[in-house]
């Protein structure tokens, strides 16, 4: 296995599965949760394409989708783009595009930027969080259920000299 950040997370969930990890609002999960989330993920982006050195974008806030990218994201060298809520629909725009991002993932709050620029980023995959799903994104929860909880192949990032 190589060392990267998914490695942390599922060394963890080995060691101590059901100590609390992540709280957020009234929500809580244990490691073995964590990680099974972040698996998921890894293995529903693994089958949508991505694989080591491409680019996620998320736009949103600290919500656990976050964190299922974060580590799920690094257990297949991926990259984590965080996209700064605060930026004006051109800039969210401009850093998506120049960093190249396969799929975008946008929670609920930031629907209208995206709405604003969706004809002209980079990829038409974008997945929403929440209830009510915009027409031209897909599922977020819809497609983390279509990952396998089994821990991927970890895979180190792609790096340039």
């Keep these: 296995m190589q060392i990267n950040i998914g490695s942390f997370l599922t060394k963890r969930a080995q060691h101590s599965p059901n100590m609390e990890a992540l709280v957020i609002g009234g929500l809580r999960f244990t490691y073995k949760e964590l990680n099974e989330r972040s698996s998921r993920l890894a293995n529903a ?47 969210v725009l401009y850093i998506i595009n120049n960093c190249e991002a396969s799929k975008v993932v946008v929670g609920a709050d930031f629907f209208p930027v995206i709405e604003a620029i969706k004809g002209d980023l980079c990829t038409n995959s974008i997945y929403a969080l929440g209830d009510s799903i915009p027409e031209w994104a897909q599922s977020y929860d819809d497609f983390l259920a279509t990952g396998s909880p089994d821990e991927p192949e970890h895979v180190a990032a792609m790096t340039t000299p």
């Design 45 to 91: 982006m693994k089958s949508a394409g991505i694989g080591p050195g491409d680019r996620v974008a998320y736009l949103g806030l600290n919500e656990t989708e976050f964190f299922d990218l974060y580590f799920g994201l690094g257990k297949l060298g991926a990259i984590l783009v965080p996209v700064n809520f605060r930026l004006a629909p051109p800039e």
